[in-house]
């Protein structure tokens, strides 16, 4: 089977070898004669998964004793909600900064929760750069200062952080790529689908002492304390979802971990942006070099005129995934955990050739 390179966004590439140990228990999953997505949530054989999973996280993440690791529905698009729902109370107001269009989305959800503090707005330079840590800081009696660690979409991507009371971030794009100090963060949450699985399931990691804010005249499912006290077990989970999961963290720490998977993204960003630098202005990176994102790396042509060719060429050359976000245009490609040097390679060498070919 010749599969094409998948730098896709998200949903995006899982690694080969996580689809294949799922279709080879599909059907009968370790020998119980029934497959893992047709039976209970709350027997044995789930909840090993469930556990181990969670267990993968905090191993992974070196997830300290003072925060809980949940699973929770809805994507990340949840706790653009859920976060002000659980820990700015009724006329709280909460610090964000506008670095891309999710930090923008976060804004307007949050917005119709409560009050919103914008510290820092980068929409007038098109979502092109990113302030230096120093700069942020919270404002006195706000709930947390909320972050997005890597904007999918403009590219640009924190490689240091702001220090906040609380500080909640938005990880959805770049968890498990490179080593964090989750004990920096009040609340960490990221969707599966971008770098630890299939849609589906979400990552919650919060302070436990964070978990007494819930108020609890929330609806159950939207509160932290209530998945806390449960396990991520209160209603039915994505089992499928999870399950993938683990095994996605299963062959991330095959393959050396977090530290490991930083060293292979930072030499596939490098190649890439390479390419774009080395192409005497053929290929443009709009992103200022020091927010440079190694997870989504977007780029122009010089000749916008020719970016439907040059996609459509990559296509035919088994390179998929390529198109920037409807919202900016030009082209885009998601390098994440899953995506090798290999496939990188064969993405820079044809962009030469059609550079060659003009
Ligand atoms: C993909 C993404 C989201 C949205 O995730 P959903 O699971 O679709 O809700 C939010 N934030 C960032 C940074 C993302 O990359």
Not at 129 to 142: F, G, M, Q, V
């Amino acid at each position: 089977m010749n599969r094409p390179v998948n730098f896709s966004a998200g949903p995006s590439a899982i690694p080969l070898e996580v689809l294949q140990a799922l279709a080879a228990d599909m059907l009968n999953y370790k020998g119980t004669g029934l497959s893992l997505i047709e039976v209970s949530h709350r027997g044995k054989t789930y909840e090993e998964v469930h556990n181990q999973a969670l267990s993968l996280v905090r191993e992974l993440l070196k997830v300290p004793e003072s925060h809980s690791v949940l699973l929770i529905g809805g994507g990340a698009t949840l706790q653009f909600s859920m976060l002000p729902m659980n820990l700015c109370p009724p006329n709280g107001c909460a610090d964000y900064v506008r670095s891309g269009v999710w930090a923008d989305k976060a804004i307007a959800e949050a917005g119709k929760i409560g009050r919103v503090n914008i510290l820092w707005d980068g929409k007038e330079n098109g979502y092109t750069a990113l302030p230096t840590p120093a700069a942020i800081k919270a404002s006195p009696n706000s709930c947390y200062l909320h972050i997005t660690s890597n904007e999918t979409i403009g590219g640009v991507q924190w490689k240091s952080f702001p220090e906040a009371a609380v500080l909640a971030a938005d990880m959805s794009s770049d968890i498990f790529t490179r080593p964090i100090d989750v004990s920096q963060f009040g609340l960490i949450y990221a969707g599966a689908q971008k770098n630890f699985g299939p849609a589906g399931v979400t990552l919650v990691i919060i302070r436990n002492n964070l978990l007494k804010h819930s108020p609890d005249s929330l609806p159950s499912y939207l509160s932290y304390a209530v998945h806390a006290k449960a396990n991520s077990l209160y209603n039915t989970p994505p089992v499928f979802s999870i399950w993938a999961m683990k095994l996605v963290l299963e062959n991330l720490k095959a393959k050396g971990g977090i530290e490991a998977a930083e060293k292979r993204n930072t030499a596939k960003a490098a190649e890439l942006y390479r390419a774009i630098d080395e192409s005497n202005g053929f290929y443009l990176s709009p992103v200022q070099k020091e927010a440079r994102s190694p997870m989504n790396i977007v780029w122009r042509l010089a000749d916008e005129n020719r970016e439907a060719e040059f996609l459509k060429k990559a296509a035919e050359a088994g390179l998929e995934g390529l198109k920037g976000h409807r919202s900016v245009g030009g082209c885009r490609a998601s390098l994440y955990n899953a995506v090798t040097l290999d496939g990188v390679k064969k993405l820079t060498a044809f962009m030469k050739q059609f550079e060659d070919a003009s």
